[in-house]
């Protein structure tokens, strides 16, 4: 359960739209208390765009607020993330969260690889 697959990302055109994938294990899905997506700042900093937890409750980082929407697709193992009106500032590097509970009061922290973004005008 420690791979996360990442999909979606890829050149798209300023005011497009895009949607980023992540599908794990079945265990690791039943097992996440939170999954998400963050993306690259600078050196290893990273910001977050969008989260999601067991029971559903949402989450979003400022700098895309209005401009996103994260789902769960529960028969697939997968979260969503659907980016719209992207702009050049959107170009980064976008990684996969899972917050994993493997025990009770302790949480793991998975990463997937990271996929590339890159809004061209």
């Known amino acids: 359960q420690e791979q996360l697959v990442e999909s979606g990302g890829g050149l798209v055109q300023a005011g497009g739209s895009l949607r980023l994938s992540c599908e794990v294990s079945?265990?690791?899905?039943?097992?996440?208390?939170?999954m998400g997506w963050y993306r690259q700042l600078s050196g290893n900093q990273r910001e977050l765009v969008a989260s999601?937890?067991?029971?559903?409750?949402?989450a979003f980082g400022d700098s895309v607020k209005g401009r996103v929407t994260i789902s769960r697709d529960n028969a697939n193992y997968t979260v969503h993330l659907k980016m719209s009106d992207l702009t050049a500032e959107d170009t980064r590097v976008y990684y996969c969260?899972?917050?994993?509970?493997?025990?009770?009061?302790?949480?793991?922290?998975?990463w997937g690889q990271g996929t590339q973004v890159t809004v061209s005008s």
């Open positions: 079945e265990s690791m899905f039943t097992s996440a208390a939170v």
């Open positions: 969260l899972s917050k994993v509970i493997v025990s009770p009061g302790r949480v793991t922290t998975y």
């Open positions: 999601i937890t067991r029971d559903g409750t949402t």
